[in-house]
């Protein structure tokens, strides 16, 4: 079965941080890029992140720029986003999308996509 598979999601308190991963079943992660995207309860989805399939090029929202950082370990089969300084507004259901196109990815568009991780940052 082929599937993307995001863990590492929980409450935190502003100023922690997270990191989440998004695994691969069912398929090799190193061919394609992957998207990292958020949805908070009334708002639309965002692009947060983005990389390569070799990691090369990455792009971030200007929302975590500077606070998150995105990176994969292709031995691994699994995707980071790594979360520091999180803040309320980071609140939201984040997701990971594949697909064999970057710029497919940085489009909003992804092959696969994962069920998702709850992150909550409250007091």
């Known amino acids: 079965q082929v599937q993307l598979v995001e863990s590492g999601g929980g409450l935190v308190q502003p100023g922690g941080s997270l990191r989440l991963s998004c695994a691969a079943s069912g398929f090799t992660l190193d061919y394609y890029a992957i998207g990292w995207f958020r949805q908070a309860p009334g708002k639309e989805r965002e692009l947060v992140s983005a990389i390569s399939r070799s990691g090369g090029r990455s792009y971030y929202a200007d929302s975590v720029k500077g606070r998150f950082t995105i990176s994969r370990d292709n031995a691994k089969n699994i995707v980071y986003l790594q979360m520091n300084s999180l803040k309320p507004e980071d609140t939201a259901a984040y997701f990971c999308?594949?697909?064999?196109?970057?710029?497919?990815?940085?489009?909003?568009?992804?092959?696969?996509w994962g069920q998702g991780t709850q992150v909550t940052v409250s007091s």
């Open positions: 999308a594949g697909d064999g196109s970057y710029s497919s990815v940085v489009g909003g568009t992804g092959d696969y």
